[in-house]
């Protein structure tokens, strides 16, 4: 009796300490994809000063950026090309304003969209430009950060 006693105790400590090391492993994730949104958004804005300040030749040629639509970018990615600096046009099919992420746009079939600042007026169904900093693919899914673009 005994020993069925410590061996269930000794599962119960090894499966607390599994779960345990699982949350702070999840979270250091979190945190890091957070400073890369952090770190994108604050180098962002630092182009977009130099741009304004910059000559207006370099401002019609920033007009003339890439969109692409989302089925587009999808296929791309899943082809192994980068859309990092494109624009993409979306239609948003899902709105979720907090998640561990931060607010998530959901498009296409495996597409979310991740903006730096939050962007409270958006709701399902809107259709917005997206300029893409970063993306990345997990189970399945592509988590791409960036900005909205008015």
């Not at 949350?23 to 890369?36: D, H, M, R």
């Not at 999808?74 to 304003?97: A, H, M, R």
């Not at 899914?141 to 960036?146: C, K, P, Q, V, Y």
Request: glycine share 8%.
């Amino acid at each position: 009796m005994n020993k069925k006693l410590l061996a269930v105790i000794s599962v119960l400590g090894l499966l607390i300490f599994a779960m345990g090391g699982y949350i702070i492993g999840t979270k250091s994730q979190n945190n890091q994809v957070k400073t890369a949104q952090t770190k994108s958004s604050s180098s962002e804005s630092k182009k977009e000063v130099s741009s304004s300040s910059s000559a207006p030749s370099a401002s019609s040629s920033s007009s003339t950026e890439v969109i692409i639509s989302t089925s587009d970018a999808e296929s791309q990615l899943n082809s192994g090309q980068s859309i990092d600096g494109k624009i993409v046009d979306v239609d948003v099919f899902n709105v979720e304003n907090a998640t561990e992420l931060g607010q998530n746009l959901q498009a296409g079939e495996h597409l979310n969209f991740y903006p730096a600042t939050q962007q409270y007026g958006l709701k399902n169904g809107d259709h917005i430009k997206f300029k893409v900093s970063e993306s990345k693919s997990t189970l399945g899914s592509w988590l791409i950060t960036g900005d909205v673009v008015k």
